[in-house]
């Protein structure tokens, strides 16, 4: 079945630098690579995801990349805040699992001002 | 706003007690799932349903049975809790055909 691996499992930054996030995936079938963030005391909400026929998508400060012949897919954060700490949790979608989700092991970020 | 609700955001048992964790969501999604989140382990599925009275085997079902009664709510069931079941349930749900779950608060089970 699917395996996904994620690093780093934690990551200090300064305030305004950037943060990058890296998943790796098994199964070549899946399709559908969300990012979670699950802050504390809450459970993951879902702040991007792209599919397997886009290279990359951004929204605002946040980004993700996928390689799908290495399949491999990254998390990218570009001028972090404080309010970025959290959880950050990877995902991929194997396609014999309908709308199922195989989730990476978390990444904490802890963002300092 | 989809709402997804967990009946306890807190619940201590002790080993052996019959377990009933409860998940409702209020916008009519098909799919709903149980996850158990532990540090280091991430989020592993248990159990997932696409449909009433459906069910399919996640990662990990061993010592977990679910119901599915209604659409909008999903029962997780610990048959007779231990100690190795201490941890964060998380509940979630979506739509059709969509990949987006949508999580609730969790529920922090401790078994003594």
């Known amino acids: 079945g699917e395996n996904v691996e994620q690093h780093p499992s934690t990551l200090s930054v300064q305030e305004g630098d950037s943060a990058v996030i890296k998943c790796t995936y098994s199964?070549?079938?899946?399709?559908?690579f969300p990012w979670y963030k699950q802050e504390l005391g809450k459970g993951p909400q879902l702040i991007i995801d792209i599919r397997s026929n886009v290279g990359e998508k951004k929204d605002q400060r946040i980004a993700v990349t996928l390689n799908k012949t290495a399949k491999h897919f990254s998390l990218h954060i570009t001028e972090t805040q404080p309010e970025d700490s959290a959880v950050y949790f990877c995902?991929?979608?194997?396609?014999?699992?309908?709308?199922?989700?195989?989730f990476g092991k978390g990444t904490t970020l802890s963002v300092s001002s | 706003d989809v709402k997804v609700t967990q009946s306890s955001r807190y619940l201590v048992k002790r080993t052996g007690e019959k377990v009933f964790l409860e998940c409702v969501q209020d916008?009519?999604?098909?799919?709903m799932f149980w996850y158990r989140q532990d540090p280091g382990l991430g989020l592993r599925l248990i159990y997932f349903?696409?449909?009433?009275?459906?069910?399919e085997k996640g990662d990990i079902p061993e010592g977990y049975s679910v119901s599915r009664e209604k659409k909008e709510r999903f029962s997780l069931i610990l048959e007779s809790a231990s100690t190795n079941q201490t941890s964060m349930y998380l509940c979630?749900?979506?739509?059709?055909?969509?990949?987006?779950?949508?999580f609730g608060p969790g529920t922090r089970l401790t078994v003594t």
């Open positions: 199964d070549s079938a899946s399709n559908y």
């Open positions: 349903s696409y449909d009433v009275k459906m069910k």
């Open positions: 979630a749900s979506s739509r059709g055909r969509s990949y987006e779950q949508y």
């Open positions: 916008m009519d999604h098909e799919n």
């Open positions: 995902a991929a979608s194997p396609n014999q699992a309908g709308t199922a989700l195989i």
